[in-house]
């Protein structure tokens, strides 16, 4: 339940933020692999310092993290596939051997089926994701936004002190 | 418009971020490194491994375990191994390649088979080593230990057999089911011969070419002749080879009812063993004496070899190819992790060096300081490049009455590998164990015992021999337990005045169909008392066993057996009969083809001439 209250909570500061729709939507790329792969991933804290670092809004990514949570549970019978195919494709083998044995290249996790299959898989997916997270997010605003803005919940959720340690890193 | 990309003032908040999470990974490093390594190891080994603590040294790049714990998956109750201190020292440049190379080992104050003081789990779940520790001991229950049978005889009565219980008469049944499967297929097979036609064509062209005189044919004529006589030789002997096809195929069916009736005999020495065993009749062949008190016993030692082996094959297999291996346990799906070994690199694993010591103290002739080395056990052989070697023995010169030798070698450096171990203790307090049968259980006291194990081609050959020995053996009876017969009676007085054993069971063969045998001094000293108290009786009670199962099974074997010969007299009869045939009319023509070409080579094509 409360995770489900963080996630409108999420959603509606988000999507009347300061961002624009394009910053938006490439936090919400961003966010997208911390729900499609593994969470305890190595490549999860670079994408993490990437999503705090870059003029990008943290709540999108926050937002694609949570909504891409179940995709991900969902994708893990496809991830396995794709990353096996990937790790046994004889003309990769060299690759792979020598991404395994260089120094802390092997901490990635990539020789496992699903941690490799899901990045990848979001590498495919993250211009998608963009595209269609920004034509969302400015439907959004150009429609229902202004009515949300004006309602009473809206309102209590921006005047909580999250709210306020949440504009840190508002774009 | 300036496009701003990066967000300075998130930097403090990320470096804070980045600093609480490595104090937290600081602090719970240890704990959750010593959970890691209990979980990977028992799940491993196969059974449960406790750490009592674990200290990591990273300026050393060490790893210091206390209070370790292995307790044997066969007696959960025991720890095959406790050691109060174990230091591990890594090899730095490895461990940036996430791979685990132990540049020495060293473990303290070593004991072996200590009691546990809670009993460690079962091992269990889907995991390799469960599977090996299942697959051993159904492995172990192929073993047809013979039940040691002590029945007085006075309680053998009239045998009642139900027929439908006998082998024989089943196998007699699938049998004949067979036989008249094979016989339709026959006749099946001839019907679909057809060589009618081709042998009335074949001698009607005979028949004229023999009322013919060549002369008058003309060229013309002796050419067309000619060339009808070759088709219709070349129709006949397609016809031979259909009739070979038969023969070909008669004969694997006849050779399968033949192995049919083999079966029936030995299906009715199976039925005379299951009627003697409702007779529960007392055993006195030595063979099966043996098998009865030193069977399990002994099994039990070479299915722990078994087990280890296995582990070994799996955990260190020849080659660099990649391999798969389960991914870890989280809440996403674990996939599989796969390993690319790397020639002239690290291996995944390598244990470079060991060293254990243990001492064995009090009074006995064992006691002393002992050392054990482990060298190159590696997850990848083929890149350490030499065979995994443990030994223990005495450090330091002891009694000459008693020692403790122990070693091993695992080679997996190619697909042809092989796996041995022997360990030779003399002069020890041998473990005591129950005679299954009897109410009596052996202290073999101080003697010597010795195991040799050895696996090549991943099981496909198996040696295995223990053998024990002791000249102080003491009986100890079950006084507690229901009154003796007095054939058991017989046997408990025989072996009472025994201070000598000497058991030897020997392994051979291979995993999937092993052969065991196993012998001792009591085995013959039993049989031979046994047999001449009953033998006579025994013996009686066998012939009538035979009688009856004889009585039951005739009158279905025979007819199957009159069926069976039937069907191989009659198919050989037909195709003899119409290999006859053809022969016949292929000789015919080729007489007349000879007579054609005027004694040229028949097939020889004669030069065509333009007229």
Redo the contacts between chains.
């Keep these: 339940m409360l995770t489900l209250l963080k996630l409108i909570q999420s959603m509606i500061k988000t999507l009347h933020s300061a961002g624009t729709p394009g910053q938006v939507a490439a936090g919400m790329a961003l966010g997208s692999v911390l729900g499609l792969t593994p969470l305890l991933s190595p490549h999860n804290l670079v994408i993490f310092s990437l999503l705090v670092l870059l003029n990008v809004s943290f709540g999108g990514g926050m937002l694609g993290w949570m909504l891409f949570v179940p995709v991900g549970f969902l994708l893990d019978p496809v991830f396995d596939r794709i990353g096996s195919s990937l790790l046994t494709a004889p003309s990769l083998r060299p690759l792979w051997t020598d991404w395994t044995n260089t120094p802390l290249l092997p901490y990635t996790d990539f020789n496992n089926t699903i941690v490799l299959g899901s990045f990848v898989s979001w590498l495919v997916l993250a211009i998608p994701i963009f595209f269609a997270a920004r034509y969302g997010v400015a439907k959004y605003r150009a429609t229902i936004g202004e009515r949300v803005r004006q309602s009473k919940v809206y309102k209590a959720i921006t005047a909580s002190q999250v709210y306020n340690v949440y504009k840190m890193f508002r774009p | 418009m300036k496009v701003?990309?990066?967000?300075w003032?998130?930097?403090g908040?990320?470096l804070l971020?980045?600093t609480l999470l490595g104090v937290l990974v600081w602090i719970f490093a240890e704990p959750v490194a010593r959970q890691t390594t209990e979980e990977a190891s028992s799940e491993l080994l196969g059974t449960e491994v406790n750490v009592g603590k674990l200290d990591l040294l990273p300026r050393q790049a060490s790893v210091d375990l206390r209070a370790l714990q292995i307790a044997d998956p066969f007696v959960l109750t025991r720890n095959l191994i406790e050691a109060d201190e174990i230091r591990l020292k890594l090899n730095p440049?490895a461990l940036?390649?996430?791979?685990i190379v132990i540049e020495h080992l060293s473990l303290h104050g070593m004991r072996f088979g200590t009691a546990r003081k809670k009993p460690a789990r079962p091992p269990s779940g889907k995991g390799f080593a469960p599977q090996v520790y299942r697959a051993v001991n159904q492995w172990a229950k192929q073993f047809d230990v013979p039940l040691l049978s002590l029945t007085p005889i006075d309680t053998i009565r009239q045998l009642a057999l139900d027929p439908t219980q006998l082998t024989t008469i089943r196998e007699a049944q699938s049998l004949l089911a067979r036989t008249d499967s094979v016989r339709k297929g026959l006749e099946q097979g001839f019907q679909q011969l057809n060589i009618g036609p081709t042998l009335d064509s074949a001698r009607a062209l005979a028949q004229r070419l023999a009322a013919t005189d060549p002369k008058q044919l003309g060229l013309d004529g002796t050419r067309q002749a000619i060339q009808s006589v070759q088709q219709t030789l070349k129709e006949v002997e397609d016809a031979k080879k259909r009739i070979e096809a038969l023969e070909r195929s008669a004969r694997t069916g006849v050779q399968f009812l033949g192995q049919g009736v083999q079966g029936l005999d030995q299906a009715r020495l199976k039925d005379f063993a299951f009627a003697k065993s409702l007779l529960k009749l007392p055993t006195f062949s030595a063979p099966e004496i043996g098998g009865a008190l030193f069977g399990k016993v002994s099994i039990d030692r070479f299915k722990q070899a078994a087990y280890w082996a296995e582990l070994a094959q799996q955990y260190m297999p020849p080659g660099l190819l990649?391999r798969p291996t389960p991914?870890?346990n989280?809440l996403?799906?674990?996939?599989?992790?796969?390993?690319?070994?790397?020639a002239k690199?690290?291996p995944r694993f390598l244990l470079e060096q060991g060293q254990l010591d243990f001492s064995i103290g009090g009074t006995s002739p064992i006691q002393g300081a002992y050392t054990a080395t482990v060298q190159g056990l590696t997850s990848t052989p083929a890149l350490y490049g030499r065979p995994a070697v443990i030994t223990a023995s005495r450090r330091a010169a002891g009694s000459a009455l008693a020692s403790i030798d122990v070693g091993a070698v695992i080679n997996h450096l190619t697909a042809r590998t092989h796996d041995s171990a022997s360990a030779r203790l003399q002069g020890i307090k041998l473990p005591s164990f129950d005679l299954p049968g009897l109410p009596l259980r052996v202290d073999p006291g101080n003697g010597s015992s010795s195991l040799m194990f050895s696996m090549r081609n991943a099981g496909a050959e198996l040696r295995g021999r223990w053998a024990i020995g002791s000249n102080k053996v003491s009986w100890i009876a079950d006084s507690a337990g229901r009154q003796l017969n007095d054939i058991e009676r017989v046997v408990l007085r025989v072996v009472s005045g025994l201070n000598d054993l000497q058991v030897v069971a020997e392994l051979s063969g291979s995993i999937a169909s092993p052969r065991f045998s196993v012998s001792s001094n009591l085995d013959k000293a039993i049989a031979q008392r046994i047999q001449a108290v009953i033998g006579e009786e025994v013996a009686k009670a066998e012939k009538m066993v035979r009688a009856k199962v004889d009585s039951l099974v005739a009158d279905k074997v025979e007819p199957v057996k009159r069926q069976v010969a039937a069907v191989q007299t009659e198919a050989n009869q037909r195709i003899q009969a119409e290999k006859q045939r053809l022969g016949e009319v292929q000789k015919q023509l080729n007489v007349e083809l000879q007579r054609l070409t005027g004694g040229l080579v028949p097939g020889l094509e004669l030069p065509k001439i333009k007229l």
């Design positions: 701003k990309i990066f967000r003032k998130a930097i908040p990320l971020f980045l440049a940036a390649e996430k791979k990649p991914g870890p989280r996403r799906a674990a996939g599989q992790t796969i390993e690319f070994p790397k690199d690290f």
